[in-house]
């Protein structure tokens, strides 16, 4: 059984940074993509930001310059560092793995809260 454990979310004022992680545990036998999505009262889920096996990152315009995506495979942690913290950034902020042998199978982590207040 795959599991995606999140850690890293808070409080923190404009301008500020956080680091989310997301571990991956379970039997995978290959990790397609990794990435975070955000979902923020009353809007839906979207990308914040994807890395995939080859290292080719992809983020959402609103993101781009301020929040870095990075991985360590030996780890199976897939990391979201954000810097210049918006309060539009405020979201519950979800891990997402693309996994498989053949087939690319989709897992979720539970979320964690992102909270951008003076």
């Known amino acids: 059984q795959v599991q995606l454990v999140e850690s890293g979310g808070g409080l923190v004022q404009p301008g500020g940074s956080l680091r989310l992680s997301c571990v991956v545990s379970g039997s995978i036998f290959r990790i397609w993509d990794m990435g975070w999505y955000r979902q923020a009262p009353g809007k839906q889920r979207e990308l914040v930001a994807v890395i995939i096996s080859s290292g080719s990152t992809n983020y959402a315009d609103s993101v781009k310059g301020r929040f870095t995506i990075s991985r360590d495979h030996a780890k199976k942690t897939v990391y979201l560092q954000m810097d210049s913290l918006k309060p539009e950034d405020t979201a519950v902020y979800y891990c997402?793995?693309?996994?498989?042998?053949?087939?690319?199978?989709?897992?979720w982590g539970q979320g964690t809260q992102v909270t951008v207040s003076s």
């Open positions: 997402n793995v693309g996994a498989g042998r053949l087939v690319r199978n989709n897992y």
